[in-house]
């Protein structure tokens, strides 16, 4: 079993940036595979990106794609995920998420454990 928990949204104007943390407990943090979901008010949760175990693999959704970057310290047991030149439509709660697994998956039943969630809020 693993704890999660996420750190670092904030307000930020668009065009702006904001990295993400997700601390997991646990000394088995390499042993999962990784993910962000987001979910905006009024909105289903929607997969935003996935790493791989060994962080050699990563998914992206297209709506991020070449603005935000995952990756991992599995020394640190951490999650990051950097988020540049972020649009008003990127406002969420940011979930971090765990599956036992060796592939990124995108659909969020999928995962097994999951953080309390970062409120990201872009002003335009």
């Known amino acids: 079993q693993v704890q999660l928990v996420e750190s670092g949204g904030g307000l930020v104007q668009a065009g702006g940036s904001l990295r993400l943390s997700c601390a997991a407990s646990g000394r088995m943090f390499r042993s999962y595979t990784m993910a962000w979901f987001r979910q905006a008010p009024g909105k289903e949760r929607e997969f935003v990106a996935g790493?791989?175990?060994?962080?050699?693999?990563?998914d992206y959704a297209d709506s991020v794609k070449g603005r935000f970057n995952i990756s991992r310290d599995n020394a640190k047991s951490t999650l990051y995920l950097q988020m540049n030149s972020l649009k008003f439509e990127d406002t969420a709660v940011y979930y971090c998420a765990a599956l036992v697994g060796f592939w990124t998956k995108r659909t969020s039943s999928d995962y097994d454990y999951w953080g309390q969630g970062t409120q990201v809020t872009v002003s335009s």
């Open positions: 790493i791989s175990w060994s962080g050699t693999t990563n």
